[in-house]
Nanobody, 120 residues
Framework: VQLQASGGGLVQAGGTLRLSCAAS????????MAWYRQAPGKQRELVAQ???????NYADSVKGRFTISRDNAKNTVYLQMNSLKPEDTGVYYC???????????????WGQGTLVTVSS
């Protein structure tokens, strides 16, 4: 299984970006897809997650500004980021829990990270 993240870049405060993360390989089911971020000098933190394509959870700092969604047919998770702030700067990582065969306990996989820089 591989995860390919894309969509990061440099944007001014108040701008928007859309991150994508596509999973490929031996995939039977995907239960949870999530986005984490790591700001310089800080620990990695959960930004948003989508469970079974229905339930979503967000960090308080991004509620109302970020939206996580999933395309089941493409095994892809998106993070729409609006009203970006300088404190949103960091490397964004996708993480998914995937079962490769029926009955297998899902395993966690990380994407390679994509850099988001928000200038003031």
């Amino acid at each position: 299984v591989q995860l390919q993240a894309s969509g990061g870049g440099l944007v001014q405060a108040g701008g928007t970006l859309r991150l994508s993360c596509a999973a490929s390989g031996s995939i039977f089911s995907i239960n949870v897809m999530a986005w984490y971020r790591q700001a310089p000098g800080k620990q990695r933190e959960l930004v948003a997650q989508i469970i079974r394509g229905v339930t979503t959870n967000y960090a308080d700092s991004v509620k109302g500004r970020f939206t996580i969604s999933r395309d089941n047919a493409k095994n892809t998770v998106y993070l729409q980021m609006n009203s970006l702030k300088p404190e949103d700067t960091g490397v964004y990582y996708c993480k998914t829990w995937i079962a490769s065969i029926s009955g297998e306990v899902p395993r966690a996989y990380w994407g390679q990270g994509t850099l988001v820089t928000v200038s003031s």
